[in-house]
């Protein structure tokens, strides 16, 4: 498979622009796409991959209908049907689950194979809107790979898996290459992407600046020039958003004996757990195992908690409480809210709708409230962004504008599920110190969630980690 790309002219946003005079993958070649957020790698795989029209310029494949992607829009593109072809309220039971993970593959006759090759066998009879990201991902690979293509389009494949998974693509991805599949690999750079590809095109400012080989890149003083970075913390936060205090003596969360099931399928049992003020949490465990329904069950957005010994800032859930009055308790950044966040709303209005815990702005914030999420844009370096749509920012900006949402009212506790998905090495690095200085100047607490060895946090004190006991989970809970 050959890709030629001629005097490509993309208008990204009206300040920024991807320009490719030419550029050509070889036929037979595989190759890493690297670049920081906002460098126009995300507009480049989009266009490669038919999401954003070709408007000035070129792109020509030696064979289009052998091309196959896997991107965290093609996975919100799959749960958007589903929401809009769903048939609830004309089912029995009154929940229509969507698309199991079998039907989002499709039939053939290599399904069963590719399957076992990911490991998913046991994934194949769940809905795809109930299952974690990393088996999101796994899935969406196995749908790709049913077609035998000659040239596979991956933009950031290794997010949201955990450590054995990343481990197995890469054993994957190494076979695909030695067995002739291309590879074009979009992602952030690091030393363990898959080592059987050698080249390495680096993207600046919307621009190709370095491409070759991908040691003799690395180890040039224009890498270290272009990829070099410096954290800088503020003097001081922005105006903490004020909520009445828990007597001290009250546990944020307790929960007795919890356990979870999907359909018919324990995933966890017997979590007895209690968070208390001054504990800073890891929660951990491999994909599947239960990870973001604890969290989405603490935090008011899972139905499943009804009925559980789950008691929330002293009150027992189903004592009549509103979610509403749990959720003004916490600052949250998940994937799912990342899927779910698709009303139309400037970056500023975003960062606002953290005050109210709502998806979109339906509440007039107070001057306040403006000021203090125009201070936390600056804070992240986003200030410029404040009135850019959302919707037109990459994954990675938008990752960053909700977590900023998540941080804007100094919460009680600030959830972060898997925040740094999508980001770059120097954003990444910005994220994780401006936690861990909130933790320490301020009163809020942290649960944390995250498969990244490099997600280290000096906070952190507690860990309760999901380990696997015969067909599932249990809790491991520990000081750090």
């Avoid at 002219?9 to 906002?38: M, Y």
């Avoid at 076992?116 to 994934?123: C, F, H, N, S, T």
């Avoid at 789950?310 to 509103?322: A, P, Q």
Wanted: some cysteine; aromatic content about 8%.
């Amino acid at each position: 498979m050959q890709i030629t790309i001629s005097d490509l002219h993309f208008q990204i946003n009206p300040r920024r622009s991807l320009i490719i005079d030419g550029w050509e993958l070889q036929d037979g070649e595989s190759a890493i796409v690297c670049g920081a957020n906002g460098s126009g790698k995300s507009a480049f795989s989009r266009l490669l991959t038919g999401k954003l029209p070709v408007t000035t310029g070129e792109i020509r494949f030696s064979c289009p209908e052998k091309v196959a992607h896997v991107s965290f829009e093609l996975e919100s593109e799959i749960l958007a049907e589903d929401r809009y072809n769903n048939d609830s309220e004309f089912m029995e039971g009154g929940v229509d689950h969507g698309r199991t993970a079998a039907e989002i593959i499709g039939p053939g006759q290599s399904r069963s194979s590719i399957c076992r090759l990911l490991g998913i066998d046991y994934l194949l009879d769940r809905p795809f809107k109930a299952i974690s990201t990393g088996e999101a991902r796994k899935v969406l690979i196995a749908r790709a790979l049913l077609n035998e293509p000659q040239l596979l389009i991956l933009d950031e494949p290794f997010n949201g898996l955990d450590i054995r998974s990343r481990q197995e693509m890469h054993q994957l991805f190494n076979q695909l290459v030695e067995q002739g599949t291309q590879l074009l690999l979009f992602d952030f750079y690091h030393d363990d992407l898959p080592a059987s590809i050698d080249h390495l095109v680096h993207i600046h400012e919307g621009k190709i600046k370095l491409q070759g080989p991908r040691r003799k890149i690395t180890a040039s003083s224009e890498w270290k020039a272009v990829t070099g970075y410096q954290v800088q913390l503020p003097h001081h936060l922005p105006d903490c958003y004020q909520y009445e205090d828990l007597p001290p003596d009250i546990p944020f969360v307790k929960t007795v004996d919890l356990e979870v099931a999907y359909e018919g399928k324990l995933v966890f049992k017997g979590l007895n757990w209690t968070f208390q003020r001054g504990e800073q949490w890891r929660i951990s465990g491999p994909n599947g195992s239960g990870k973001s329904t604890l969290l989405s069950m603490i935090s008011g957005d899972n139905p499943k908690a009804y009925g559980k010994d789950i008691t929330l800032f002293g009150v027992k859930r189903g004592s009549g409480e509103s979610i509403w009055d749990i959720k003004r308790h916490y600052g949250l950044m998940s994937s799912s809210l990342h899927r779910d966040y698709r009303v139309s709303a400037s970056v500023l209005e975003v960062v606002v709708s953290g005050f109210f815990d709502s998806i979109g702005l339906y509440d007039r914030p107070t001057e306040s409230q403006w000021r203090i999420a125009r201070e936390w844009l600056e804070l992240l370096g986003l200030k410029d962004r404040a009135q850019t749509a959302f919707s037109i920012l990459s994954f990675g900006e938008q990752r960053q504008v909700l977590i900023v949402r998540a941080m804007v009212k100094l919460p009680m506790i600030l959830l972060l599920d898997e925040p740094c998905l999508g980001l770059d090495a120097a954003n990444r690095a910005l994220v994780l110190n401006l936690v861990d200085y909130i933790v320490s100047h301020s009163q809020t607490h942290l649960l944390f969630v995250s498969h990244d060895y490099q997600d280290e946090l000096s906070c952190l004190n507690r860990s309760l980690e999901l380990v696997p006991e015969g067909e599932h989970y249990k809790a491991v809970i520990s000081s750090i």
